[in-house]
């Protein structure tokens, strides 16, 4: 059992633990809406990202720009119905999609590997649905990732920023009303405040995920200075978003929880 003050780690997925950039619902969601006719950026995909899917495309279609072209075009205001319909369209996208990004962060399984070493528990959340995750959790585990948990956005009755599916992954890790003991790892602002709603610490990874969205091909061929330029704005939104630790990926996890154990040694709570 680890002697850490810290007992647990709770991983996002997209943008945290695979798919550096969070680029897969990226492309999903520009082509679920141009399939009727409808222009979004991928900027303004991005604004919603970490809410359960559906959510996030109720987000979109509220969105004035795009809320505007729905109604010349459908000739009516976007709906609560409009948005369960798209989402069926949108799961078999994204599932695609997922698995096309499904590749680990590097550093991600060394990081893993140090966890479990040090006897702390994994669990995980996603705002990606069960029907999307099953083939990327079963690809995780052939290449040895196995979480004591993973929590989807429709296996709780209220998904992000509800603390539910942290509670569930606490529960399973047998840490139930523990939770200063844990640290949830996240890209997102909603995915940071179901850490924080759930009395956790909350660490940001503002390099690999959806705050900055460049790809892993963008980041390794930028300079030092054109890297910390660009980050400037996605470190400020998830430390803005409540983020106790803001790191480049989760490759430099270690160096966040030493943080975080220096801050409760100190006697701070989250």
């Not at 119905?81 to 991600?108: N, R, T, Y």
């Not at 603390?163 to 890790?173: I, Y």
């Not at 503002?206 to 910390?228: C, F, I, K, T, Y």
């Not at 430390?239 to 630790?245: I, L, N």
Request: charged residues 15%; glycine residues 8%.
């Amino acid at each position: 059992m680890s002697t850490s003050a810290i007992r647990a780690v709770v991983f996002d997925w997209a943008g945290t633990i695979v798919d550096f950039g969070s680029l897969a619902p990226m492309g999903a969601f520009v082509r679920l809406f141009a399939k009727h006719g409808i222009s979004i950026s991928i900027t303004q995909a991005r604004v919603p990202m970490g809410l359960p899917k559906l959510a996030h495309i109720a987000a979109l279609g509220a969105m004035p720009e795009i809320a505007t072209q729905w109604q010349l075009i459908k000739g009516r205001s976007f709906s609560v119905q409009d948005a369960d319909a798209l989402l069926k369209e949108f799961v078999p996208m994204s599932a695609a999609s997922a698995m096309e990004h499904s590749d680990f962060i590097p550093g991600f399984l060394d990081s893993y590997a140090w966890l479990q070493a040090q006897g702390i528990g994994v669990a995980t959340t996603t705002g990606y649905t069960r029907f999307i995750m099953e083939p990327l959790i079963a690809k995780a585990a052939a290449a040895g990732f196995t979480p004591a948990r993973t929590i989807c956005c429709d296996d709780v009755a209220h998904s992000r920023p509800s603390p539910l599916g942290m509670q569930e992954c606490m529960a399973a890790l047998g840490l139930t009303g523990q939770s200063s003991a844990v640290v949830k790892v996240d890209d997102t602002a909603p995915g940071l405040q179901e850490g924080l709603n759930a009395g956790c610490w909350t660490v940001g990874v503002a390099a690999s995920g959806n705050a900055l969205g460049w790809s892993w091909d963008q980041w390794v061929h930028a300079s030092e200075d054109e890297r910390e330029h660009a980050l400037v704005d996605a470190r400020a939104a998830l430390r803005s978003a409540g983020a106790h630790e803001v790191i480049d990926s989760v490759a430099d996890l270690r160096v966040a929880l030493a943080a975080i154990e220096a801050r409760v040694a100190a006697g701070e709570t989250p």
